[in-house]
């Protein structure tokens, strides 16, 4: 079945505290996106990646890191989380440029105390 | 930077009664693509338009493109209660395919 999934589903950590979402997908997508979700302020794009090794800021890039060593896996790196990223993340792919349909992952509910 | 805007924030309507929601950006867009989601979920493409005043519909819902390609609507006609969600507009502005600005979005409540 073709899909995205990001890992964990929901986390719950501390400021400053390390921490990596992980997405994978298995359509063989070579554009893979990052995005968090606030309420009234819609999903606002973080991070995107058009293949592999090659990625670029979009929105909202403050506070986070992404690498694509491998084309099926996009991590999102928060190297010291505030509370203020508190968010709803989603991942999501396609093809090769989001002209094409994007598929997205179930989303994954941070929380930063 | 580039911004799109939707409006209504929010609609509520009876079941039966038609429903839009209007898309606007700053820029002009390679294309539009319209995303629902349901409460609790992930956003789901719904469709994709491209050429300047393209016009699109599938079943209830209609989805125009405009003329100078910078704004965008969905008409939902006969709402039924499975319209629920919030449903967003997307778009790359022209010449740059890689990023996508999402508008905030438009809620759609029905009552039975």
């Known amino acids: 079945e073709a899909q995205v999934t990001q890992n964990p589903r929901y986390l719950i950590t501390v400021t400053g505290k390390k921490l990596t979402v992980t997405c994978s997908q298995n359509m063989n997508h070579e554009y893979m996106s990052w995005y968090r979700q606030d309420p009234g302020l819609g999903l606002r794009q973080i991070y995107y990646?058009?293949?592999?090794?090659?990625?670029d800021k979009g929105d909202v890039p403050e506070g986070y890191k992404v690498s694509r060593k491998e084309k099926r896996n996009f991590p999102l790196i928060l190297e010291s989380p505030s509370p203020n990223q508190t968010s709803l993340y989603f991942c999501?792919?396609?093809?090769?440029?989001?002209?094409?349909?994007?598929?997205f992952g179930p989303g994954t509910r941070l929380t930063v105390l | 930077g580039q911004q799109v805007m939707q409006i209504p924030q929010y609609q509520h309507v009876q079941e039966g009664e038609d429903f839009t929601t209007y898309c606007n950006s700053s820029?002009?867009?390679?294309?539009i693509q319209w995303y629902k989601q349901r409460p609790g979920g992930h956003p789901v493409f719904l469709i994709q338009?491209?050429?300047?005043?393209e016009v699109k519909k599938q079943k209830r819902l209609t989805f125009q493109f405009g003329e100078a390609k910078k704004n965008s609507s969905l008409h939902i006609t006969a709402t039924q209660t499975t319209d629920v969600g919030t449903y967003f507009c997307a778009g790359p502005p022209l010449g740059s395919n890689y990023k996508l600005t999402f508008g905030k979005g438009t809620l759609l409540t029905v009552n039975p």
């Open positions: 990646s058009m293949n592999v090794e090659v990625t």
């Open positions: 820029t002009t867009l390679s294309n």
């Open positions: 338009l491209v050429k300047s005043g």
């Open positions: 999501a792919s396609t093809i090769s440029n989001p002209t094409d349909t994007q598929y």
